[in-house]
């Protein structure tokens, strides 16, 4: 039997700042944004304790502008998409590489503070 793994991530969290949204071409859009999801746990002295991790997320087309309209910082959201590595350079010349999530669906579980 043959098998195919699959790149897939799903995320529930909150976003840390509101998404940068940026144009290029005709009609497109990229936005990027940050969810930071939380795990509580009790350590070895029975004090609860938070690990929180933070997510680069990138969002492309359609759903880039809803996430312009609709979302902002302290929202919580659930999204699936794919992890994805990329790398640039930096002023300094220095090579940088980046994890990110291309997310692919977005579910708004809170609503846009007024």
Excluded: C
Excluded at 43 to 69: C, D, M, P, R, Y
């Amino acid at each position: 039997m043959k098998t195919s793994l699959k790149n897939s991530v799903r995320i529930i969290g909150n976003l840390g700042k509101d998404p940068e949204v940026k144009s290029f071409g005709i009609d497109q859009k990229i936005a990027k944004f940050s969810v930071a999801t939380t795990e509580t746990y009790k350590n070895a002295k029975g004090e609860k304790e938070q690990v929180t991790q933070w997510h680069n997320i990138v969002v492309f087309g359609k759903l880039a502008s809803v996430v312009e309209k609709y979302m902002q910082k302290g929202q919580q959201i659930a999204l699936e998409g794919q992890l994805t590595n990329r790398s640039y350079m930096d002023k300094s010349g220095n090579k940088k590489y980046i994890t990110e999530v291309r997310a692919n669906q977005i579910q708004m579980l809170s609503k846009k503070a007024s």
